[in-house]
């Protein structure tokens, strides 16, 4: 069976400190894989996705980062953290089922900046 | 591309009593319709999906689900709450193209009152 695995689950940064989330995949493979940010009454905003080694897409400019380095791997990145990178970020994976693009999710990883 | 309306941030409950949580979608394309469930500090997990077919979907946890082309609409709902159903419901939408993005909403908080 399929198992995605995020983490760490909880990381509290200075502002300005340096930033790496990881998350993996295990049980598929060539995956689309997903890095998602929740804030508070916001919702979920998609911030990058990949459909390949090597290919990532940015939905949003922000000081953040993402690369895939295997295939099931997915790591989200920044060099300097902003007070704004607060939240609770969430790791996806999705292969197609009968067409449609089924997400399923991490536990998530909540990042404190202070 | 697709948007996605939840009508309510937060809905409060009495436990045993129905619920419905409203979620309406614009698209000029045809969609896959999803509903999460988030429980607190954790990742979203899959409560069901209209792929195509009947338009009442089942999901889990008692949860169901109509697609209404004409009214754009996709609301969830479910006859008896329970104390457990205390969480935050995010309804999603994608277009049917496979590399295509999943749009949340901003989600419904569930309370459910003794």
């Known amino acids: 069976s399929q198992t995605i695995h995020q983490w760490p689950a909880t990381l509290v940064q200075p502002v300005g400190s340096p930033l790496s989330l990881e998350c993996t995949v295990e049980?598929?493979?060539?995956?689309?894989l997903y890095w998602y940010r929740q804030a508070a009454g916001r919702g979920l905003q998609l911030l990058f996705y990949?459909?390949?080694?090597?290919?990532i897409s940015s939905e949003v400019p922000q000081n953040l980062s993402a690369s895939r380095p295997q295939d099931r791997q997915f790591i989200l990145s920044s060099k300097k953290l902003l007070l704004s990178d607060s939240g609770f970020y969430l790791c996806a994976w999705s292969v197609p089922v009968g067409g449609a693009n089924v997400l399923t999710f991490g536990a998530g990883s909540r990042l404190t900046v202070l | 591309a697709q948007s996605v309306t939840q009508l309510d941030s937060q809905v409060p409950v009495f436990e045993e009593a129905p619920v419905e949580l409203r979620c309406n979608y614009s698209s000029s394309v045809s969609v896959y319709l999803f509903w999460y469930v988030q429980y607190p500090n954790q990742g979203l997990q899959l409560l069901l999906k209209y792929l195509s077919g009947s338009t009442l979907v089942k999901g889990i946890n008692g949860f169901e689900a109509e697609f209404n082309k004409s009214q754009t609409s996709f609301h969830l709902r479910k006859p008896s709450v329970h104390i457990s159903d205390t969480a935050e419901y995010f309804c999603a939408v994608s277009s049917m193209n496979r590399d295509d993005k999943i749009i949340f909403g901003k989600g419904t908080r569930l309370h459910i009152l003794p």
């Open positions: 990949s459909v390949g080694i090597g290919q």
């Open positions: 049980g598929t493979s060539n995956p689309n």
